[in-house]
């Protein structure tokens, strides 16, 4: 079942994601070669406690941590550990709070230090981008597979694929709300989307293959090609007046 | 944080085989590759098809509580399956 959101409850919901958004950007900051992920993870959780607010994926079917750090050929859900962030590495950083009860999430990717190569200068465009046309869509009126098939086919027109078997979701007083939103499919698809619905779009695009497969720690999933990975995200809101990005500083 | 694309719950519709064009429920994950469906008429939950998830169009909506119902395998009935078939096609605007 969708659960619509009146406008007073995408207003908390705006408090949670500012918070996400400012939490993300002082992680991208702090992520500087030879940084430990669990530092990072430490920092977004005192900012996120710091603000009243609770870590959103801590303890959420068992996650360990506040932040999912996922480096070069991972693709989401890598566990805060002792690795120490290099030069050149490719991290997506996904970060999620509660205020009120209500959710926010989003996800960034970036190179560490240096300058990106070409080819991580072009995935990360390319998956800021499948983000941004896949925002476009979140209108009132569209079907919700209008949103997976802009992602897909800008991915897929870059020479990049689309990972599949990990989707974004709707999102609430529940992280993971009906419905399922696909980063592929076919215009035209599945339910309408009204005013009040709030979405987390979240394209993961792989360099490689789409196939993934997940490690032994159940939780960080990696490509099947060990070729690498961006993920972008944002809570949305799909309003009269069109998608209203809600993680935003 | 990205959901898993393929739960326990989720509606599906096969596109390939002798069920092509029948909608099930997802009632098992053996793999990435392989899930078992059931519709609770011509597929009961006892017997649930094994299905490769590329012969299968992916709805992105699942039976209500479905984490909870699926934890407990006895309790998800045949006739429940086939009723939450058909409220997320009534849902999403699908003739069943």
Same mark, same amino acid.
């Given at each position: ?10 207003? /908390? ?6 918070? /996400? ?13 030879? /940084? ?77 230090? @240096?300058?990106?190569?070409? &080819? !991580? ?46 989707? @974004?979701? $709707? ?8 419905? !399922? ?8 698809? $599945? ?7 709030? &979405? ?14 997940? &490690? ?9 090609? $060990? ?20 993680? &935003?500083? | 944080?990205?959901?898993?694309? %393929? ?84 849902? %999403?605007?699908?003739?069943?």
């Amino acid at each position: 079942m969708i659960i619509l959101k009146t406008p007073e409850e995408i207003e /908390v919901m705006r408090e949670a994601g500012r918070l /996400v958004a400012r939490v993300l950007a002082a992680l991208r900051e702090a992520a500087r070669p030879g /940084v430990a992920t669990s530092e990072l993870d430490v920092l977004a959780e005192r900012l996120i406690r710091d603000a009243g607010a609770v870590p959103a994926f801590k303890g959420y079917r068992g996650y360990p941590a506040t932040v999912c750090v996922s480096i070069n050929e991972q693709v989401v859900h890598g566990i805060p550990a002792a690795r120490r962030l290099q030069d050149g590495d490719l991290v997506s950083l996904d970060v999620g709070a509660v205020i009120k009860g209500y959710y926010g999430d989003a996800a960034v990717s970036f190179v560490a230090g @240096g300058r990106p190569t070409r &080819l !991580q200068a072009d995935l990360l465009d390319a998956g800021q981008s499948a983000l941004t046309v896949g925002v476009e869509q979140a209108r009132e009126g569209n079907r919700l597979s209008d949103i997976g098939s802009a992602i897909q086919r800008h991915a897929e027109s870059r020479g990049y694929s689309v990972v599949r078997d990990y989707a @974004g979701h $709707g999102i609430g007083q529940a992280m993971h709300e009906d419905p !399922q939103v696909p980063n592929y499919g076919t215009r035209g698809q $599945g339910p309408l989307l009204r005013s009040g619905m709030v &979405l987390a779009i979240e394209p993961m695009v792989n360099a490689g293959t789409f196939e993934v497969t997940c &490690l032994e720690d159940g939780w960080t999933v990696v490509t099947r090609d $060990g070729r690498p990975s961006v993920h972008f995200e944002h809570t949305v809101a799909v309003t009269e007046d069109g998608p209203d990005i809600l993680t &935003l500083p | 944080m990205a959901e898993e694309g %393929l739960r326990v719950g989720q509606l599906v519709r096969s596109k390939a085989g002798r069920d092509a064009g029948l909608y099930f429920l997802i009632v098992g994950i053996k793999d990435s590759r392989f899930v078992a469906v059931a519709d609770g008429k011509v597929r009961r939950v006892s017997h649930p098809k094994l299905k490769n998830v590329r012969h299968l169009e992916i709805y992105p909506v699942r039976m209500e509580s479905a984490d909870a119902r699926f934890a407990a395998p006895s309790v998800v009935t045949d006739r429940a399956i086939a009723e939450a078939i058909r409220e997320l096609l009534a849902g %999403l605007g699908q003739p069943t």
